[in-house]
C-alpha cells in the first residue's frame, strides 16, 4: 500500500505508519497546486492532509481509497467527490480541542488586554500604563459560545476557571443538555450575541454554517464586546464583521479567515492582517505538540484500520 502525506507530520506518526509495512512518500511541501500532478502520476492508495486542498479533479484523477484529514474540519476536501467515487474520507474529531481551546483563551485574554499593542508600544520605548487602563476583565462576565462540539465543552471548563457566565447556542442542544453542561442557553444567534461580552465561535464550516454571522448578529452584539473565532473565516460575514469593529467598537481575534494561503503555506494579504482592531494569528489552534502528536497517532490507527478491514 503506497501512502502520500502531503502536509508536515509528527516523527513519531511517521514511524507509526513505517511500523504498518507500508510504503510512504513524505512530502510536505506539496501545495494545491502541484498536489493534482503527483496523485495523477503515482498510484497512491491512502493520501495524508493537514491544510493542503482536495479537489474533485484530484480525486478523480488519483487510485485513492481513503483520505485522511489530520484535523476535525474536512471542508477541505471535495467529500461529496470522494463519496461518488467510493473514497473513504476519515478526520480526528476532538484530538485538538484542548489546544484550540487554549488558543481561543489566549486570544480572548490578548484583546481584552490589548496585549500586542502593550508588547509593541513597550518595544518602541512608549510606557502607556493610561492607554491601557479600560479592560472589561473576564470574571464575573459573559462568554457566549457558538456551537456545542468538543471544543465549546473545552471552553466551558476553563471559562468556569476564570470566573465566567457561559452561555450557548447550538442547534443541537436541548435545554437539558444546557442545565447538565450548568450553562445558560440562548434560543439563537441573536440573542446569543445580545447576551454576551464575549463571543467565541467553535462549528464547522457547511452550507449552513457558511456566512450564518452576518450584519444582524454583529448589530446585535454588545457595544465593545470582543469576537472570538477559531473555527472557519467562512462562517463570518467579513464586510459585516469589519463595520461592527468601527460601529460597535468590537475587538476580534482571528485564527481563521477566508482565502487562506493555499497549503497553509506563502503568503497572506488580506483586509484582516493589518486592522488595529484585530489580533490575528496563522491558523495555528491545533498548532500545539500534544495536538499533534494526538492527531499523528489517530491518522496512524485510522489507516492501520484501512489496513486491515478496508473499514
Ligand atoms: C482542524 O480542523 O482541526 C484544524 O483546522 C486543524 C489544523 O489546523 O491542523
Known amino acids: 500500500m503506497k501512502v502520500l502525506v502531503a502536509d508536515k507530520f509528527e516523527d513519531s506518526g511517521l ?11 513524505y512530502e510536505p511541501d506539496l501545495k494545491d497546486t502541484t498536489l493534482a500532478a503527483r496523485l495523477a502520476e503515482e498510484p497512491f492508495d491512502v493520501l495524508i492532509v493537514r491544510s493542503t486542498k482536495v479537489s474533485a479533479e484530484m480525486i ?7 483520505i485522511v484529514r489530520a484535523g476535525a474540519g474536512y471542508n477541505t476536501i471535495d467529500v461529496g467527490a470522494a463519496s461518488a467515487r467510493g473514497v473513504l474520507v476519515a478526520n480526528c474529531p476532538g484530538k485538538n480541542s484542548q489546544a484550540v481551546a487554549e488558543l481561543a483563551f489566549g486570544l480572548l485574554l490578548a484583546c481584552d488586554r490589548k496585549i500586542a499593542d502593550n508588547v509593541a508600544q513597550l518595544r518602541e ?5 493610561a492607554g491601557f487602563s479600560k479592560a472589561r476583565g473576564l470574571y464575573g462576565r459573559t462568554l457566549g459560545l457558538i456551537g456545542m462540539g468538543n471544543i465549546s465543552q473545552e471552553m466551558i471548563q476553563r471559562a468556569r476557571g476564570f470566573g465566567m457566565n457561559v452561555v450557548a447556542y447550538s442547534r443541537w442542544m436541548s435545554p437539558e443538555i444546557a442545565a447538565a453542561l450548568g ?10 450575541a445580545q ?4 463571543v467565541s465561535v467553535h462549528v464547522s464550516l457547511t452550507k449552513e454554517t457558511r456566512g450564518m454571522l452576518d450584519k444582524k448578529f454583529f448589530d446585535a452584539m454588545r457595544n465593545g464586546a470582543v469576537f472570538i473565532n477559531t473555527s472557519r473565516g467562512e462562517v463570518v460575514d467579513q464586510a459585516a464583521m469589519l463595520e461592527a469593529l468601527d460601529t460597535k467598537e468590537l475587538f476580534a481575534g482571528l485564527d481563521v479567515f477566508e482565502g487562506e494561503p493555499e497549503g497553509g503555506k506563502g503568503s497572506y494579504e488580506g483586509p484582516l492582517a493589518n486592522n488595529p482592531r484585530i489580533y490575528a494569528t496563522h491558523h495555528i489552534g491545533a498548532s500545539t505538540e ?4 494526538a492527531v499523528a497517532d489517530e491518522t496512524v490507527r485510522i489507516v492501520r484500520e484501512y489496513l486491515l478491514t478496508g473499514m
Open 125 to 129: 520605548g512608549k510606557w502607556n500604563k
Open 183 to 192: 450553562i445558560g442557553r440562548a434560543a439563537n444567534l441573536i440573542e446569543l
Open 60 to 66: 478523480e484523477n488519483s487510485r485513492l481509497g481513503l
Open 195 to 198: 447576551q454576551s461580552d464575549f
Open 15 to 25: 514511524a507509526g505508519l513505517r511500523s504498518l509495512g507500508v510504503e510512504i512518500a
Open 290 to 293: 500534544q495536538a499533534q502528536e
